[in-house]
Nanobody, 123 residues
Framework: QVQLVEAGGGLVQAGGSLRLSCAAS????????MGWFRQAPGKEREFVAA????????YYPDSVRGRFTISRDNAKNTVYLHMNSLTPEGPAVYSC????????????????WGQGTQVTVSS
């Protein structure tokens, strides 16, 4: 079956950096766009980055553009989220998601989800 396994979360100070990874198995990874989402307790899930199957196009909302970078390595079936200049926030779970049909923009219909990895940015 399809598995998406995130790693790299933890506690980081404000202004710091963190790199998350998401290893995929059970699907033809290079045929899927990949995205990252985050959700804090009591808040709606927020779409923070996406990358097309080839890596040729990426999307970021204004809230993270210029600070977050999504990348992928199709040979390793892995997608990454590099986060810089992190701002203080309570714990949030960052999840990756695979989408068979995605070209660009903020509309992302995920087919598969990972369990997530928790990130806490301290002030």
């Amino acid at each position: 079956q399809v598995q998406l396994v995130e790693a790299g979360g933890g506690l980081v100070q404000a202004g710091g950096s963190l790199r998350l990874s998401c290893a995929a198995s059970g699907l033809t990874f290079s045929s899927y766009a990949m995205g990252w989402f985050r959700q804090a307790p009591g808040k709606e899930r927020e779409f923070v980055a996406a990358i097309t199957w080839s890596g040729g196009s990426t999307y970021y909302p204004d809230s993270v553009r210029g600070r977050f970078t999504i990348s992928r390595d199709n040979a390793k079936n892995t997608v990454y989220l590099h986060m810089n200049s992190l701002t203080p926030e309570g714990p949030a779970v960052y999840s990756c998601a695979a989408a068979r049909l995605y070209n660009s923009g903020k509309s992302y219909q995920a087919d598969y989800w990972g369990q997530g990895t928790q990130v806490t940015v301290s002030s």
